[in-house]
T-cell receptor, first 107, second 116 residues
Framework: KNEVEQSPQNLTAQEGEFITINCSYSVGISALHWLQQHPGGGIVSLFMLSSGKKKHGRLIATINIQEKHSSLHITASHPRDSAVYIC?????????FGTGTRLQVFP | GAGVSQSPSNKVTEKGKDVELRCDPI?????LYWYRQSLGQGLEFLIYFQGNSAPDKSGLPSDRFSAERTGGSVSTLTIQRTQQEDSAVYLC??????????????FGPGTRLTVT
């Protein structure tokens, strides 16, 4: 079993839909990261959180430390949100990555 | 200021040759990480540096892989006697501190290595 599990693996949505991507982990962590990787390959850090909730524009990330679970929400999705979303946890001094969720948003 | 840069952006090499991949971190970032992403796979940790020291080399796939960092800045990942299974995108990231301290990592654009 992977230490970081994401679901779903693939997600298709219509523009405007509310999207949720889930991440569960089985190890102790100091922080959880949500990353975005566009088709060109570049990786951008969206959020880093240790507790509670963070919001940036249409993106919201939450974490429940007791349940070892985090969610990434996208409100009013747009085709430009199409990308791979990666959950990563900081365990000791390195990141352990989930396998990613491929999101496609159609107009 | 400039972000993390990596060179070359693409490298095609013949099996058995040695390759060097370079990473220039953001100025002042003491932590530097190397990751690998094989086609269709997730990101895989290779090695990290705190300053010029590499406390954890556990992610290096074999003794053909080595890395160094000089002056607390530029890092080089060297792969000797490349094999086809080494084909992947090699990503570098830098941060003001180590992941355990909950610091954001900034990723470079990667080097796509193809071993023929």
């Amino acid at each position: 079993k992977n230490e970081v599990e994401q679901s779903p693996q693939n997600l298709t949505a219509q523009e405007g839909e509310f999207i949720t991507i889930n991440c569960s982990y089985s190890v102790g962590i100091s922080a959880l990261h949500w990353l975005q990787q566009h088709p060109g390959g570049g990786i951008v850090s969206l959020f880093m959180l240790s507790s509670g909730k963070k919001k940036h524009g249409r993106l919201i990330a939450t974490i429940n430390i007791q349940e070892k679970h985090s969610s990434l929400h996208i409100t009013a999705s747009h085709p430009r949100d199409s990308a791979v979303y990666i959950c990563a946890v900081a365990n000791t001094d390195k990141l352990i990555f989930g396998t990613g969720t491929r999101l496609q948003v159609f107009p | 200021g400039a972000g993390v840069s990596q060179s070359p952006s693409n490298k095609v090499t013949e099996k058995g040759k040695d390759v060097e991949l370079r990473c220039d971190p953001i100025s002042g970032h003491t932590a530097l990480y190397w990751y690998r992403q094989s086609l269709g796979q997730g990101l895989e940790f290779l090695i990290y540096f705190q300053g010029n020291s590499a406390p954890d080399k556990s992610g290096l796939p074999s003794d053909r892989f080595s890395a160094e960092r000089t002056g607390g800045s530029v890092s080089t990942l060297t792969i000797q006697r490349t094999q086809q299974e080494d084909s992947a995108v090699y990503l570098c990231a830098s941060s003001v501190g180590l992941a355990g301290g909950a610091y954001e990592q900034y990723f470079g654009p990667g080097t796509r290595l193809t071993v023929t």
